[in-house]
């Protein structure tokens, strides 16, 4: 699977990186919000764009506006963080990505 994974924080697009390449998907990291807008609206297409919690929310609007766009056929995940959860470690569980990827996917 093509994935797009998007965020500010640089530890969180390594550690989701490391896991989606270790289950052997094709994974493509953006730590900059025009660079993640730009590279949305470009006939380069993926199976998946992950948006992190930490990409701030009105680029998180507009990358998803841009998406259905350019690319309706492309899935979207918004990997949220709940009051009480630590992102760090209830957002990248690995079980709980692939099981959303799957279903995503599917």
Same mark, same amino acid.
Do not use: N
């Given at each position: 699977?093509?994935?797009?994974?998007?965020?500010?924080?640089?530890? &969180?697009? =390594? &550690?989701?990186? *490391?896991?989606? #390449?270790? $289950? +052997?998907?094709?994974?493509?990291?953006? %730590?900059? +919000?025009? !660079? *993640?807008? =730009? /590279?949305? =609206?470009?006939?380069?297409?993926? %199976?998946?764009?992950?948006?992190?919690?930490?990409?701030? %929310?009105?680029a998180a609007r507009?990358?998803?506006? /841009?998406?259905? @766009?350019?690319?309706? !056929?492309?899935?979207?995940?918004?990997i949220a963080h709940?009051?009480? !959860?630590?992102? !760090?470690? #209830?957002? %990248?569980?690995? #079980?709980? &990505?692939?099981?959303?990827? @799957?279903?995503?996917? $599917?």
């Amino acid at each position: 699977m093509k994935i797009l994974s998007i965020s500010l924080d640089p530890e &969180l697009l =390594q &550690l989701r990186r *490391a896991v989606l #390449e270790a $289950a +052997e998907h094709d994974v493509a990291s953006i %730590d900059s +919000e025009k !660079e *993640a807008l =730009q /590279l949305l =609206q470009s006939p380069e297409t993926f %199976d998946v764009v992950l948006i992190c919690h930490r990409f701030p %929310d009105a680029a998180a609007r507009q990358a998803v506006r /841009l998406v259905r @766009q350019a690319h309706p !056929e492309t899935r979207i995940v918004y990997i949220a963080h709940r009051y009480g !959860e630590w992102p !760090e470690v #209830e957002a %990248d569980r690995g #079980e709980a &990505l692939f099981r959303v990827l @799957q279903e995503v996917h $599917a």
